[in-house]
């Protein structure tokens, strides 16, 4: 048997989650600003400490969209800003054997007020991006230094965004402006050519509709029926299509589980004749 093995030398490219969640970002000039636009995307509490503000970065603050901005230079212990009584809820659940509802909650609470998720540094200054590249590593803490690729956990890329579609351009560090450049000519054209955002969006009330009332349940045979609808149902139509169903549309589709609908179960005029 022949197996194609994975090209190495790439990232992990994940959708990580940074909802509620504090975030520092040392540093408020541009590169900062592209941070912060990436962050509040994603519902971070984001921190920002620097002497010097981009005015964007100030119309954020004043509309209310950031955590914390300090207007002074970046100090050691703002590492461990929001670190007290949370932390210490959290080391003293790590020796728990099994958790009960009231722990999880409890512990979903500690994380959301905990140490920083990530630290980002933006700053003009090698030798302090230096040194907090090294704090945060003793402190074991996820940390991106705009200025050196070598101490980076993750990088930052381009992103395309239609709603809750988001695709994210990676160079893997060799050329961010070619990522800027596949952005702005080949993919936003593409996706701007696309309702993406509504057949997301309808997918994801028939999927939810799916899980909740017409076939929920947590036992395997319910979850494997439940994914193999959803994958054929979902391929039946185009992306097109998919933007172009209502509510009725997606509940006479829902109506035929668990058997497969035919396209002509819901399309009876080819759309293009419409
Ligand atoms: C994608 C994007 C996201 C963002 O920052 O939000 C991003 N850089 C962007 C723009 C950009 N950055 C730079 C230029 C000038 C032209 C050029 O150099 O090409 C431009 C172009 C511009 O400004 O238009 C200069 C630069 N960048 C890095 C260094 C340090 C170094 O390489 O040593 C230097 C100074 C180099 C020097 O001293 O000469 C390092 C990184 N920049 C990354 C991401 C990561 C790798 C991404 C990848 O390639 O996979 C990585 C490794 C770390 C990180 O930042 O996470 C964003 C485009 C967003 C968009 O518009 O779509
Ligand atoms: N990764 C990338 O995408 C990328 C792109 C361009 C530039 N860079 C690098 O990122 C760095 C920042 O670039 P920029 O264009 O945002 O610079 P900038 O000059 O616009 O901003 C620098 C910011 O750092 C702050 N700062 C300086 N010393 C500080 C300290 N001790 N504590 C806290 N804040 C401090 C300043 O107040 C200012 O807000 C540069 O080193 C640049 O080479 C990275």
Not at 215 to 229: H, L
Request: glycine letters at 6%.
């Amino acid at each position: 048997m022949s197996i194609e093995i994975p090209e190495p030398n790439g990232s992990l490219m994940l959708a990580w989650q940074v909802r509620n969640r504090h975030v520092l970002l040392v540093g408020g000039g541009a590169v900062a600003l592209s941070r912060i636009e990436l962050l509040l995307q994603a519902d971070a509490k984001v921190t920002v400490v620097a002497p010097k503000i981009d005015p964007t970065i100030e119309q954020y603050e004043k509309l209310g969209l950031l955590y914390k901005v300090h207007r002074r230079k970046f100090l050691k212990d703002d590492l461990k800003m929001y670190e007290g009584e949370a932390s210490r809820k959290l080391d003293q659940f790590s020796g728990v054997d099994h958790f009960g509802p009231e722990e999880m909650e409890q512990i979903e609470q500690a994380v959301k007020q905990e140490q920083f998720a990530l630290v980002l540094t933006a700053i003009d200054d090698k030798n302090l991006s230096k040194q907090i590249y090294y704090w945060c590593k003793a402190g074991r803490m996820q940390v991106n230094i705009a200025d050196k690729p070598k101490q980076c956990d993750f990088y930052f890329g381009s992103v395309v965004r239609q709603g809750s579609i988001q695709i994210m351009i990676s160079s893997n560090g060799k050329s961010p402006r070619l990522c800027h450049k596949l952005k702005h000519d080949k993919l936003e054209p593409l996706l701007a050519s696309l309702d993406a955002k509504t057949a997301v969006d309808n997918l994801g009330k028939m999927r939810g509709e799916l899980r909740h009332r017409v076939a929920p349940g947590e036992d395997t045979p319910t979850i494997k029926e439940r994914m193999a609808w959803n994958t054929q149902v979902t391929d039946l139509f185009t992306i097109e299509e998919w933007g172009q169903f209502d509510d009725t549309a997606l509940n006479r589709l829902l109506s035929f589980y668990p058997k497969v609908p035919q396209r002509q179960d819901i399309i009876v005029v080819p759309l293009e004749n419409f």
